[in-house]
């Protein structure tokens, strides 16, 4: 938070120290603000058992004195409220954020200042998505809204109407006119923006749905709600296919986040749950599996009911530059060591936030033959 129009500036001073250790003990990964950093010299490599855990503790002494050390690269002020979602556009080069100070504001990265401050919304905004074209973006609000927004001209063009308190907004990833919304009442409100006024709507049974993903094929719709429940829905014929997790203790799903494999086409899910634990899920994109596998449950993400949320990275930006943890002023990659690199090719990495001043990193080998985290 800040005063409205405040430029980004760099805080060189707050850095971020990156805790790398086997994400199937505490936490992969911690990004911790500490005011005073001590300088690092550069290390030599590491052998197999150090590079890997050694069997030391997660956040454990060894491992924060090989913490790597991160500058927080850059601070966007002006919003004078909580933020609760930011998200890249399709460009790149702008993030819009959604703040219970009742605007979503749109910052260009490059130029690391606000472009826009975008001003409609009656209550807090809660969720804020990208058209793929990157010309607009949507927002969704307790108000029971959602408001399309024109880039260009920074007003508004469309007013959605909702059932309740608007949780989620996606765009569908077929239609640019067509605006996916979970909110309280337990609806998935369908809208076509060139049609405001009528709405198709999915019913949850009344459990208020918390998080929404589109599948690229345009029929499928996975869904998380206040009962713990993972549904997926096929939007041709407005009913869900099937259960996809069922908690028994109830525990709520916060967010849900889906990548692709590109070379085998296989979709894993991760999703976040109030019982404090991260679960990643594959065969999500098999219909001859009644239920996705679980492949890990990540603990030791406090959440304290608060909606966190997760994301895949991109799989070139893991391949081509998240190799760089290996490889940089602390720690080099042993270059001879060729099936640990393609080993890290195959992986897929995982950050979710939490109720902590932590963000966790995970580095997940989806090729194990055992359901491990970190690749041996």
């Known amino acids: 938070s800040g005063q409205p129009g405040n430029a980004a500036r760099i805080r060189d001073k707050q850095r971020r120290v990156l805790d790398i250790s086997d994400a199937d003990r505490e936490g992969s ?16 490599v590491r052998d197999s058992e150090d590079r890997h855990g050694g069997g030391s503790a997660a956040g454990g002494p060894s491992r924060r004195k090989e913490a790597k050390q991160l500058k927080c690269y850059a601070e966007l002020d002006g919003h004078e409220g909580a933020i609760y979602s ?18 979503v504001r749109v910052w260009d990265i490059g130029e690391q200042k606000s472009v826009a401050v975008l001003e ?18 949507a927002s969704a609000a307790f108000d029971r809204t959602c408001i399309e927004w024109d880039i260009a001209t920074k007003a508004a063009t ?40 009528s709405a198709t709507k999915l019913s949850n049974d009344g459990a208020m749905v918390n998080t929404i993903y589109c599948f690229n094929d345009e029929t499928r719709l996975v869904s998380g709600d206040r009962n713990g429940e993972i549904k997926m829905w096929d ?22 986040s889906v990548v692709k494999n590109e070379k085998s086409g296989t979709e894993f899910m991760a999703t976040n749950s109030y019982d404090n634990v991260l679960r990643v899920y594959d065969r999500v994109d098999d219909p001859s599996v009644p239920t996705p596998r679980v492949i890990h449950e990540l603990r030791g993400i406090r959440s304290r009911n608060w909606p966190i949320k997760n994301a895949f990275l991109d799989p070139r930006v ?19 060591s060729q099936s640990e690199a393609r080993g ?6 995982l950050i979710t936030g939490s109720a902590e001043p932590f963000a966790y990193l995970y580095k997940l080998n989806t090729h194990a033959k055992t359901m491990r985290v970190d690749d041996k």
């Open 158 to 197: 469309t007013r959605l109407q909702c059932e309740g308190l608007v949780q989620c907004v996606r765009y569908s990833t077929h239609n640019p006119r067509v605006i996916y919304a979970g909110d309280s009442s337990g609806f998935i409100s369908i809208h076509d923006t060139r049609q405001a006024q």
């Open 344 to 349: 890290l090719r195959s992986m897929l990495f």
């Open 29 to 44: 990964a911690r990004y911790a603000d500490v005011e005073s950093a001590p300088a690092k010299e550069k290390r030599p």
């Open 235 to 256: 939007v041709r014929i407005g009913r869900f296919m099937r259960l996809v997790s069922a908690d028994a203790q109830r525990r709520a799903i916060s967010h849900i």
């Open 120 to 137: 409609g919304h009656q209550q807090s905004v809660f969720d804020v998505a990208w058209r793929d074209d990157s010309a607009a973006l």
């Open 86 to 103: 930011t998200q890249y556009s399709g460009s790149g080069g702008l993030v819009a954020s959604a703040s219970f100070d009742k605007t």
């Open 318 to 336: 893991s391949q081509d530059q998240l190799l760089g943890l290996y490889d940089d002023d602390y720690f080099e990659l042993d270059t001879r």
